[in-house]
T-cell receptor, first 115, second 117 residues
Framework: AQTVTQSQPEMSVQEAETVTLSCTYD???????LFWYKQPPSRQMILVIR??????QNATENRFSVNFQKAAKSFSLKISDSQLGDAAMYFC????????????FGAGTILRVKS | GAGVSQSPRYKVAKRGQDVALRCDPI?????LFWYQQALGQGPEFLTY????????KSGLPSDRFFAERPEGSVSTLKIQRTQQEDSAVYLC???????????????FGPGTRLTVL
């Protein structure tokens, strides 16, 4: 079974600075997808960024980018120019490509943004 | 259109009571998922529907948990004889079909926080 590990329970960043959240995963599959979701206190899970494993190019979405290292099974999220609205719980998630429907989530990282 | 909605947002039940949690997916979304999120943890998969067919229920923790989606739209997650360990946030997500990024994304509802006393 696939597992997702987020080793940082909590991170802090100064407003306008850059922060990187770590995620590692374990799988024997070659076709899969990786996601970062943001969950603010309202509990609404919002997709931040998505990466297909077969693509070598790292995904980017405005201030959010990933560092996808397939051989190392690492998928970190970099947030540039951090804003107060970025404060939330961030979850890394895995989905199998061949059989995949369900998401397998990590335990999450709380991100605090200081003004 | 509207996003995924769930009701009630909060539910308090006495141990042993039955509860029913409702999910209204985004109109036209064929896939619907239920997840359970314990306090301070990541969501864990419970079950998955494609239209009205329940294709995967491997995550349901016991036979007290039952989900249905009879007309391929609204879904209900029912928990019988609730126990304290059932206390969690129950999240519903839906997505359309296809493998492109825009169609592959699961859109989540705000969840129902269940507290069993």
């Amino acid at each position: 079974a696939q597992t997702v590990t987020q080793s940082q329970p909590e991170m802090s960043v100064q407003e306008a600075e850059t922060v990187t959240l770590s995620c590692t995963y374990d799988t024997s599959e070659s076709d899969y997808y990786l996601f970062w979701y943001k969950q603010p206190p309202s509990r609404q899970m919002i997709l931040v960024i998505r990466q297909e494993a077969y693509k070598q190019q790292n995904a980017t979405e405005n201030r959010f980018s990933v560092n996808f290292q397939k051989a190392a099974k690492s998928f970190s999220l970099k947030i540039s120019d951090s804003q107060l609205g970025d404060a939330a719980m961030y979850f890394c998630a895995y989905r199998s490509g061949e059989y995949g429907n369900k998401l397998v989530f990590g335990a999450g990282t709380i991100l605090r943004v200081k003004s | 259109g509207a996003g995924v909605s769930q009701s009630p947002r909060y539910k308090v039940a006495k141990r042993g009571q039955d509860v029913a949690l409702r999910c209204d997916p985004i109109s036209g979304h064929v896939s619907l998922f239920w997840y359970q999120q314990a306090l301070g943890q990541g969501p864990e998969f419970l079950t998955y529907f494609q239209n009205e067919a329940q294709l995967d229920k491997s995550g349901l923790p016991s036979d007290r948990f039952f989900a249905e989606r009879p007309e391929g739209s609204v879904s209900t997650l029912k928990i019988q004889r609730t126990q304290q360990e059932d206390s969690a946030v129950y999240l519903c997500a839906s997505k359309t079909s296809g493998r492109a990024a825009v169609t592959d994304t699961q859109y989540f509802g705000p969840g129902t926080r269940l507290t069993v006393l």
